[in-house]
């Protein structure tokens, strides 16, 4: 529970940016956005259907998968509705959506966590640091997000911790129900997999997109390429 907590309070990561004036983090949030982008799709698609594919048949796997992708859709049309009139939005949907797909992931990582700690002390440590060494880009790439979607710094830091330490209720139900959590946290990979791949696809690259300043677009499509890069060596690291 310990380390589970020390990784939660990785997503206090965004504190940093209250000491950037603000025209810079108006560009820095924008490159966030397409570092956040190839970070999600890097995950779903180099750490999270690999593992579940381990454990469950493909055809099941895909199933979660387009489940997540479908629920996604579906959570987006209803923050749509709750927070856009005639076209205007306070709050973007994404933002709800990250929230929502990163409190998933943060609880199997959770699971991950406390599953590698009932097997050995020594493992459990070496899975707490390779869950940080992501955590640290992803975190801020989401608080990123949470900020250039309409959030506040502070809300956004508040929010971000909230998704985070479902990570502790990963850990507790992994230790209560260590022999059943397996079959479940598979499915779990899946669904939040196609959680991902929507979030990247339908909303942060089409951002980019309707970028019109080329440098901005520019830089924003290179730390995409970037977080897919970084994804993949952290799953090279971590194995």
Same mark, same amino acid.
């Given at each position: 529970? &310990?380390?589970?907590? !020390?990784?939660?309070?990785?997503? /206090?990561?965004?504190?940093?940016?209250?000491?950037?004036?603000?025209? $810079?983090?108006?560009?820095?949030?924008?490159?966030?956005? =397409?570092?956040? #982008? +190839?970070?999600?799709?890097? *995950?779903?698609?180099?750490?999270?259907?690999?593992?579940?594919?381990?454990?469950?048949?493909?055809?099941?796997?895909? %199933?979660?998968? %387009?489940?997540?992708?479908?629920?996604? $859709?579906?959570?987006?049309?209803?923050?749509?509705?709750?927070?856009?009139?005639? &076209?205007?939005?306070?709050?973007?949907?994404?933002?709800?959506?990250?929230?929502? &797909?990163?409190?998933?992931?943060?609880?199997?990582?959770?699971?991950?966590?406390? %599953?590698? /700690?009932?097997?050995?002390?020594?493992? +459990?440590?070496?899975?707490? $640091?390779?869950?940080?060494?992501?955590?640290?880009?992803?975190?801020? *790439?989401?608080?990123?997000?949470?900020?250039? +979607?309409?959030?506040?710094?502070?809300?956004?830091? /508040?929010?971000?911790?909230?998704?985070?330490?479902?990570?502790?209720?990963?850990?507790?139900?992994?230790?209560?129900?260590?022999?059943? @959590?397996?079959? @479940?946290?598979?499915?779990?990979?899946?669904?939040?997999? =196609? *959680?991902?791949?929507?979030?990247?696809?339908?909303?942060?690259?089409?951002?980019?997109?309707?970028?019109?300043?080329?440098?901005? #677009?520019?830089? #924003?499509?290179?730390?995409? !390429?970037?977080? !897919?890069?970084?994804?993949?060596? #952290?799953?090279?690291?971590?194995?």
């Amino acid at each position: 529970m &310990g380390a589970t907590l !020390l990784v939660s309070l990785i997503s /206090f990561v965004g504190i940093i940016t209250f000491v950037i004036k603000e025209k $810079l983090l108006d560009k820095i949030l924008f490159s966030l956005i =397409g570092f956040s #982008a +190839g970070a999600l799709i890097g *995950g779903a698609f180099f750490h999270l259907m690999p593992e579940a594919l381990e454990n469950f048949e493909a055809e099941q796997v895909f %199933v979660y998968f %387009v489940s997540g992708l479908v629920m996604f $859709l579906i959570l987006e049309r209803f923050f749509h509705w709750r927070h856009c009139h005639e &076209g205007v939005c306070e709050i973007h949907a994404f933002t709800y959506l990250n929230l929502i &797909g990163d409190g998933i992931h943060n609880f199997i990582d959770g699971v991950v966590i406390a %599953v590698s /700690f009932l097997i050995s002390v020594h493992l +459990g440590v070496v899975t707490t $640091l390779a869950v940080i060494f992501h955590e640290i880009p992803q975190e801020l *790439g989401d608080f990123g997000v949470l900020v250039y +979607g309409g959030f506040s710094k502070t809300k956004a830091l /508040f929010f971000n911790f909230l998704s985070a330490i479902t990570a502790l209720a990963g850990a507790l139900a992994a230790y209560l129900f260590a022999s059943r @959590i397996e079959s @479940i946290s598979s499915g779990l990979l899946a669904f939040t997999a =196609g *959680g991902f791949i929507y979030i990247a696809s339908s909303d942060l690259i089409p951002e980019i997109h309707k970028q019109k300043d080329a440098k901005k #677009a520019n830089l #924003a499509f290179l730390l995409f !390429l970037a977080g !897919l890069v970084f994804m993949w060596i #952290a799953k090279e690291i971590s194995h």
